[in-house]
């Protein structure tokens, strides 16, 4: 089975900083990658995923996300932040061979002004 | 496209009833739906997984018979938490999935539960 570690549980940013968010991961076999904000009392809205291709990889709100298969990692970046990107980031793996899905813990994005 | 609704989007109820939370994917038939219970402050715990026309298959450590899981279409499915109690309360997440083998999973907007 495959597992995610997000190495900060909290991340204090000002505005307009950039920040990274760091993820890694382990499996045994091939998998997708998936970054999921989260805003309070909602659900999962994706941001980005790596399913092949460019290691680095682009998703909505100016976010990015490089697939380090050496180093089993998967950091989110974005270099300039926003108030309004402040929320609960959640670093998930998927086995290429069925659709189970795990999440990492979350790391609680604050953006301060 | 690909809009997961979940109903309701809160719920109070008391000690010792049952409710139930309906998962819809609005505008595409899920073969495979899935539960998540999130903890305040904590990630998502994968509680079961249901496939259409069968029996949901659950995670260790999630009693089933306390919760309830139906897919009787291939566009709802849904959660009874039966005798609910206080340690119960939770925000309950549900995902839906094109096929039982296709990675990408759309998640409805969540039900947070509160037993009082």
């Known amino acids: 089975a495959q597992s995610v570690t997000q190495l900060d549980s909290q991340v204090p940013v000002f505005e307009e900083a950039p920040v990274e968010l760091r993820c890694n991961y382990s499996?045994?076999?091939?998998?997708?990658l998936f970054w999921y904000v989260q805003y309070p009392n909602q659900g999962l809205q994706l941001l980005l995923k790596?399913?092949?291709?460019?290691?680095l990889v682009k998703g909505i709100n100016g976010f990015e996300a490089e697939f380090n298969k050496s180093q089993t990692s998967f950091h989110l970046r974005k270099p300039s932040v926003h108030i309004s990107d402040t929320a609960e980031y959640f670093c998930?793996?998927?086995?290429?061979?069925?659709?189970?899905?795990?999440f990492g813990a979350g790391t609680r994005l604050t953006v301060k002004p | 496209g690909a809009v997961v609704s979940q109903h309701p989007s809160r719920v109070i109820c008391k000690s010792g009833t049952s409710v139930k939370i309906e998962c819809r994917s609005l505008?595409?038939?899920?073969?495979?739906m899935f539960w998540y219970r999130q903890f305040p402050k904590k990630s998502l715990m994968l509680m079961a997984t249901s496939n259409e026309g069968s029996k949901a298959t659950y995670e260790q450590g999630v009693e089933k018979d306390k919760f309830l899981i139906n897919h009787a279409s291939l566009t709802l499915s849904t959660l009874t938490v039966t005798s609910a109690h206080p340690e119960d309360s939770s925000f309950y997440i549900c995902?839906?999935?094109?096929?039982?083998?296709?990675?990408?999973?759309?998640f409805g907007p969540g039900t947070r539960l509160t037993v009082t």
């Open positions: 790596y399913l092949s291709g460019s290691t």
């Open positions: 499996s045994s076999v091939s998998v997708y």
């Open positions: 505008d595409f038939q899920a073969t495979t």
């Open positions: 995902s839906a999935s094109l096929t039982t083998t296709s990675y990408e999973q759309y």
């Open positions: 998930a793996v998927s086995s290429r061979w069925d659709n189970d899905m795990r």
